[in-house]
């Protein structure tokens, strides 16, 4: 131990002294990997004997230059979220409440500032000096992006004027000027690289960039919105003061930021910032509400998420006006036939708009749309385009009605509208392109057979240029047809090939999961993998078989009925039996299941999109803790496990009294 601990403080000085060296002087002595190779010595030796948080570390300090993306730390204090609030109504009931929790019958003195849309991160301080940069992460621990932070001219790497308490964390946001995002996919168009979807993107993009370049070339910006101590004196008794401070040690916070005493200043407020978002250079989501004071700060306290003394007053998503050009129908992969309005581009908060989807017929009906019509436009969640409703109707009198086509666009195949959902599906089949190619970005993609390389741009080529008709035929590519492709190289198709014959080794849940059968996801191949076990069973069971399975309904039991007897799924699939080592699934559970256990017996569906665990990882959990993960709601549900973007199971679940669980954090121990 004694001799680690030497060995410990010799390479902290040696690492220091080249620092020095290389920061300060500008003239290092020893390369990069020489550098890298003392760094990673040390961090493993603090590693074997717990001194991996020593503030004076140069593994903890800027001049440790960050390779590896993946550099995990925690925060001191957890980076909290913050509620939302969309309305009046509900921005009073926060307003009472913590009125009502701290006993006030007089109005409350808020601090107002802009909710900038952009990415959180964490500065400590140490002493007056930045010695670490992470980012949010799960809010307990984020990635350290020290080496690009000290780039932002807006972070300083030491802090002026008096009163800095020795060791804090400095809150605020990322963020790049809209104009400079604009700019930036310009540049990206003319050199044809990858576009920009918006500005927090790029932010996020370039924050964990591996070279930090280019977060100098991108310009972003770091606003501060508040600090925590950790050691040493702060005598600051309310929010305000706190963020004067922060701009007198050379941070910058935004200037728009007030006081208000009560309801009526705050909605003043956020009316007159609603209107000048739109003038602003940068996004603003919404504003947030602090309370100003400290003392009552503290009083109230933290739930797990958030604090209850602040709250974001989120805006309406922002409208543009703009023309219907044209209207376009796509294809989807079960043939479904999708109308979209293609218009003149607007930007909205940052993001090109030139396409919105109108969904289906009806939806065309119902807005009265035709072209050359303008139309209200905003993203949905800020996010999803939409047709609110329509401004001016072309009153030119040509034809300019939208007319469903009765063939589809892509196979002249006919349209027929099926009679369960009311939509339009393309009658070709396997021998529609579009349908053809969209089934096989789908059978190769990561949750099926997983073949990396072979990405829908590949797939596209491969059957443009007939090579591939079906899955099958994908297995028996040959290196040099691969090669005659644009681009690819002798060395990328051998790793294609190489992938594709791992692929050959399946389990049978991916193989059900890659037909992609109407409302079979991984949950129900899965099911259907373990009940039956051979793909064999599951092609001759009919409609009553399947439904002998716990948790999958007679929809879906006729949906996986139709497509098996379907004759030309029938020989889709022959084929590709010749091709596939299909093998069982394994039975996650931990072997015997105890009554102790977390979900002994209960029924479980999962709904939703969760970032901590992917499906199959979240089933292998649940089984593992006695769970058994069923596909569709109905009364023996015991619970229901939510992620993001929900679907309707959550309301149909919420509709029976069952009960549901959204934060997972604690299955991941
Ligand atoms: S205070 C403990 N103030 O909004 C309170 N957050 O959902 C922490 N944000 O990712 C947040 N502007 O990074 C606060 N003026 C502001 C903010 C702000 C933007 C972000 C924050 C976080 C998200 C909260």
Redesign the pocket.
Same mark, same amino acid.
């Given at each position: 131990m004694g001799s680690v601990k030497n060995k410990i403080i010799k390479l902290r000085k040696k690492i220091l002294y080249h620092n020095y060296l290389y920061y300060k002087l500008d003239s290092p002595v020893i390369s990069d990997e020489k550098y890298d190779f003392l760094m990673k010595n040390l961090q493993i030796l603090e590693k074997k004997i717990n001194l991996m948080f020593n503030i004076n570390s140069p593994t903890q300090r800027v001049g440790f230059n960050i390779r590896n993306s993946d550099n995990i730390f925690f925060h001191l204090t957890p980076? !909290?979220? !913050?509620d939302n609030v969309f309305n009046m109504d509900d921005y009073l009931k926060f307003e009472n409440k913590v009125k009502n929790f701290l006993n006030l019958v007089d109005k409350i003195e808020l601090c107002c500032?802009?909710?900038?849309?952009?990415l @959180?991160l964490n500065l400590i301080y140490k002493k007056g000096k930045l010695i670490k940069a992470v980012t949010?992460g799960d809010g307990e621990k984020g990635e350290d992006v020290t080496s690009n932070a000290i780039k932002i001219k807006t972070i300083p790497l030491n802090l002026n004027g008096s009163n800095i308490p020795d060791l804090m964390e400095i809150?605020?946001?990322v963020f790049i000027k809209n104009s400079d995002f604009i700019k930036l996919n310009n540049e990206s168009v003319i050199k044809k690289e990858k576009i920009f979807s918006n500005a927090r993107n790029v932010a996020s993009g370039s924050l964990r960039h591996n070279n930090s370049e280019i977060v100098i070339k991108r310009k972003l910006i770091f606003y501060a919105?508040?600090y925590n101590v950790i050691q040493g004196k702060d005598c600051i008794s309310n929010h305000y003061d706190k963020l004067q401070n922060l701009k007198r040690w050379g941070l910058s916070i935004d200037s728009h930021t007030v006081l208000c005493n009560g309801v009526k200043e705050v909605l003043s407020y956020y009316h007159k910032i609603e209107k000048k978002r739109l003038l602003l250079d940068f996004n603003i989501d919404g504003i947030?509400v602090?309370i100003n004071s400290i003392h009552f700060q503290k009083i109230l306290g933290?739930t797990s998420r958030?604090?209850r003394w602040?709250i @974001?007053f989120k805006f309406q998503s922002i409208k543009k006006v703009t023309k219907v050009l044209y209207v376009d129908f796509q294809v989807g992969r079960t043939g479904m036939i999708t109308p979209v309005a293609r218009l003149e581009p607007v930007e909205i908060s940052g993001v090109q708009i030139s396409n919105v989807s109108l969904y289906s017929k009806k939806e065309i009906s119902r807005i009265g749309l035709s072209v050359g019509d303008y139309v209200t436009i905003c993203r949905s969640g800020d996010v999803i385009p939409k047709i609110i409703n329509i401004v001016t109707k072309n009153i030119d009198k040509t034809n300019n009605r939208i007319s469903f086509p009765k063939v589809c666009p892509i196979c002249m195949y006919e349209i027929i509208q099926k009679k369960k959902d009311g939509h339009f599906y393309c009658s070709g089949g396997f021998n529609c392109i579009a349908q053809r190619k969209k089934s096989l970005h789908h059978f190769f993609s990561k949750k099926a057979l997983n073949v990396k390389g072979l990405g829908p741009k590949l797939i596209n080529c491969l059957v443009d240029n007939n090579y591939i008709k079906n899955p099958a035929d994908v297995f028996k590519l040959k290196i040099n047809e691969l090669i005659l492709l644009n681009n690819i190289s002798i060395k990328s198709a051998e790793k294609i090939l190489k992938f594709i014959n791992k692929a050959r080794s399946v389990s049978l849940s991916k193989v059900i999961y890659g037909f992609g059968i109407h409302e079979v996801g991984l949950v129900t191949a899965m099911l259907l993998s373990k009940y039956f076990k051979y793909l064999h069973k599951i092609i001759d069971a009919n409609v009553s078989d399947f439904l002998k399975i716990d948790g999958l309904g007679p929809v879906v039991a006729k949906n996986i009925f139709n497509f098996f007897h379907d004759q030309s799924n029938r020989k889709l699939f022959y084929s590709l039996l010749q091709e596939l080592n299909i093998h069982t699934d394994k039975n996650y559970g931990m072997g015997s299941v105890s009554k102790n256990m977390l979900f002994f017996n209960k029924k479980i569906v999962i709904t939703g999109v969760f970032h901590e665990l992917n499906r199959i990882e979240l089933i292998k959990k649940i089984e593992s803790l006695g769970g058994i993960v069923v596909n569709s709601i109905s009364k023996k549900v015991n619970l229901i496990i939510f992620g993001k973007n929900p679907g309707v199971k959550l309301i149909q679940a919420k509709n029976l009294g069952i009960e549901s669980i959204h934060n997972i954090k604690f299955l991941l121990n």
């Open positions: 980076m !909290l979220s !913050l500032e802009f909710k900038i849309d952009g @959180a949010r809150r605020g946001e919105y508040g947030v602090k933290n958030s604090p602040a @974001a």
